[in-house]
């Protein structure tokens, strides 16, 4: 069985601030995929970010950082000098060899100005 | 490009009666599903498609059912509303099954609610 862990369910923080959200995993599949989806207050989902199993190099995208460790079984999302903008709820999923994505409970950040 | 379209985005029923979400995509997509989302539980997939005519139960199926009948339709049905199934409900796409490159398109989201 699958399974994702946001072991954080409420974050606040001061704008400027870096704060990490926290995701760990559980699959017995060897070729997976691991996403990052953002919610807005507005409510849409929003895609982030993709990583296979195979590729455990960090990524960065501007203030986004992703730290994935395949020993840990965990895929980590780091927000650089967090903005007012990133207050939503993030969640993580995970996919692997059947048809379905698993997510995480989310973790709701909140960056007060 | 409209992307995944959801009718309604909200709708009040009252325990026992039906109604049917629609989710439409534009995408040529082979597959689809349907989430809800509840409060401290994720999203938790209900019905998925994995092309024209077929369907297949997620991890809450009952009290719902699905049609495919057309590749860019993906409809949800309660047949006997309860308010259990008081929800925000999901629909996304993928141009190919999960294993693979794709990601995970959504609509806006339908709320809702039954009395």
């Known amino acids: 069985a699958q399974k994702v862990t946001q072991a954080q369910t409420e974050i606040s923080v001061v704008e400027k601030e870096d704060v990490t959200l926290d995701c760990v995993y559980e699959?017995?599949?060897?070729?997976?995929?691991l996403f990052w989806y953002k919610q807005p207050p507005s409510g849409e989902l929003v895609f982030l970010i993709r990583r296979n199993s195979f590729d455990e190099q960090n990524e960065i995208s501007g203030r986004y950082s992703w730290n994935f460790q395949k020993s840990t079984s965990s895929f980590n999302f780091t927000i650089t000098a967090s903005q007012v903008v990133d207050s939503a709820v993030y969640f993580c999923a995970l996919s692997g060899s059947g048809q379905n994505f698993v997510f995480g409970p989310g973790t709701r950040l909140s960056v007060l100005p | 490009n409209a992307g995944v379209t959801q009718t309604p985005k909200f709708r009040v029923l009252k325990t026992g009666q039906s109604m049917t979400l629609l989710c439409a995509q534009d995408?040529?997509?082979?597959?689809m599903y349907w989430y809800r989302q509840d409060p401290g539980m994720g999203l938790r997939l209900i019905h998925y498609?994995?092309?024209?005519?077929?369907?297949a139960k997620g991890e809450v199926p009952d009290g719902y059912n699905v049609s495919r009948l057309k590749k860019q339709n993906f409809l949800l049905g309660l047949e006997s509303a309860a308010p259990s199934q008081t929800s925000v409900y999901f629909c996304a796409s993928s141009p190919t099954g999960t294993f693979s490159p794709a990601f995970l398109s959504f609509g806006a989201g339908s709320r809702l609610t039954v009395l």
């Open positions: 995408m040529n997509h082979e597959y």
């Open positions: 699959t017995r599949d060897t070729t997976y995929y």
């Open positions: 498609s994995v092309g024209e005519g077929t369907t």
